[in-house]
């Protein structure tokens, strides 16, 4: 099995590669610092290992590299924390995109490769876990399409407008979501209830 690993830090990105090669069915083809380059490999590989850090979303560059690779599936490495994940991935697209967390043990990740390459469902148990005690969501429904417009990049006037409210009314409810979910910023507010599956 042909497999790309990406992953931005050098240093952990061999020893993920080297972990891999050790194995006698897997051939590492790539090691890549951004996801971007896996979609302009001469010789596609047949399932892509996505480290997952930083500001993008990872389901953007799944599908992205699933595109431009079509035959390829994708394994992301994330934080326990975003189990908001799961509830973004399609049914048809379960048996090209898998999740399994970083504290995953390289057994776990392995078995995860090759059930995904065989074209099994891979969720990761503790990312299960986590969606399941997640806390309840605090925010109102009006609160939510506040947020959800402010996420956008909308501003409040624009916002007041979409959702006839006043801009002061506006500045109000984001000032209350912001306490709500325990953020430092308008930013962070979006941050912490995408994470949390409120948003």
């Known amino acids: 099995m042909r497999i790309a ?8 990105r061999g020893a993920l590669a080297a972990a891999l090669r050790a194995e006698p069915d897997l051939e590492v ?12 490999l001469t010789e596609p590989a047949d399932l892509t290992v996505l480290d997952f850090g930083g500001d993008e979303d990872p389901l953007l560059a ?12 994708v394994l992301i490495l994330i934080d326990a924390d975003r189990h908001d994940l799961l509830t973004r991935v399609a049914t048809d697209e379960w048996d090209r995109v ?17 059930n995904l390459a065989a074209g099994n469902a891979v969720i990761d148990p503790e990312l299960i876990a986590a969606r399941l005690v997640q806390p309840e969501n605090p925010l109102t429904g009006r609160e939510r399409e506040v947020l959800a417009l402010a996420a956008e990049g909308i501003g409040v006037e624009e ?4 959702l006839a409210l006043s801009p002061g009314t506006v500045r109000n409810r984001l000032s209350r979501i912001t306490t709500k979910v325990g953020a430092r910023s308008r930013a962070d507010a979006v941050e912490r209830a995408r994470r949390a599956g409120w948003l």
């Open 5 to 12: 690993v990406v992953q931005d830090s050098p240093l952990y």
């Open 29 to 40: 083809v790539a090691e890549l610092a951004a996801w971007r380059e896996a979609t302009a």
């Open 62 to 73: 799944a599908a992205a590299i699933c595109t431009a690779v079509p035959r390829t599936r």
């Open 98 to 114: 898998g999740f399994v967390t970083r504290r995953a043990s390289l057994d776990h990740l392995l078995s995860a490769v090759r």
């Open 159 to 162: 916002i007041a407008g979409k």
